[in-house]
């Protein structure tokens, strides 16, 4: 097991965290695909699975906002109507 210590690359003048290994076991075709892609973006496999993983997990944050906002708007629809209700025919005699 690795320690908890952060070891740190030098890029010219700075230094910045190193990131962290992790082993992925892909299906054969779905690497595949990988390598393909890698090859049709001029990147490498590593930069496929950050940015797939990163686009993934924004999607997965956007969904959950999206169910909030649903919710939301459901719990308060009753209310939301009302208040509609109430400007719906204003009496102009009074503005």
């Given at each position: 097991?690795?320690?908890?210590?952060?070891?740190?690359?030098?890029?010219?003048s700075?230094?910045?965290?190193?990131?962290?290994?992790?082993?992925v076991?892909?299906?054969e075709?779905?690497?595949?695909?990988?390598?393909?892609?890698?090859?049709?973006?001029?990147?490498n496999?590593?930069?496929?699975?950050?940015?797939?993983?990163?686009?993934?997990?924004?999607?997965?944050?956007?969904?959950?906002?999206?169910?909030?906002?649903?919710?939301?708007y459901?719990?308060?629809?009753?209310?939301?109507?009302?208040?509609?209700?109430?400007?719906?025919?204003?009496d102009?005699?009074?503005?």
């Open positions: 097991m690795r320690s908890g210590k952060v070891r740190y690359k030098t890029m010219g700075e230094a910045a965290p190193a990131g962290k290994r992790v082993v076991e892909f299906p075709a779905l690497l595949d695909r990988a390598e393909r892609a890698t090859q049709e973006l001029s990147i496999r590593s930069e496929l699975i950050r940015q797939a993983v990163g686009r993934f997990l924004e999607e997965l944050h956007r969904a959950k906002l999206e169910k909030e906002l649903r919710e939301g459901q719990a308060n629809a009753a209310l939301d109507r009302r208040i509609g209700d109430e400007f719906a025919a204003p102009y005699d009074n503005f």
